[in-house]
């Protein structure tokens, strides 16, 4: 069972900035891919952005250019640069880590997005 330490959500006006990290550990497989999915109330789980082992990123169209997914020097780490939040923004972010037996889910940590 893999174990997630999500960080970084909050409040914030739009236009603001915010900073998800997330670190998962416990894998008995190699993580090929991590990336955070987004659901916000009434609405499905969604792609924000993915980052594979060999650096290629994905990104949803309603993010590009807005926020930048990257990978920290510790093993299985990532973090979610967010600018120039919108309102539409606000939803739980869940981190996710795919390997090639499955697919584990963080706990979400809540952003939204409101003056």
């Known amino acids: 069972q893999v174990q997630f330490v999500e960080s970084g959500g909050g409040l914030v006006q739009p236009g603001g900035s915010l900073r998800l990290s997330c670190a998962a550990s416990?894998?008995?497989?190699?993580?090929?891919?991590m990336g955070w999915y987004r659901q916000a109330p009434g609405k499905q789980r969604e792609l924000v952005a993915q980052?594979?082992?060999?650096?290629?990123?994905n990104y949803a169209d309603s993010v590009k250019g807005r926020f930048t997914i990257s990978r920290g020097n510790a093993k299985n780490t990532v973090f979610l640069q967010m600018n120039s939040l919108k309102p539409e923004d606000t939803a739980v972010y869940y981190c996710n880590a795919l390997t090639i037996v499955a697919n584990y889910w963080g706990q979400g940590t809540q952003v939204t997005v409101s003056s």
């Open positions: 416990g894998s008995s497989f190699s993580i090929n891919a």
């Open positions: 980052i594979t082992d060999i650096g290629r990123t």
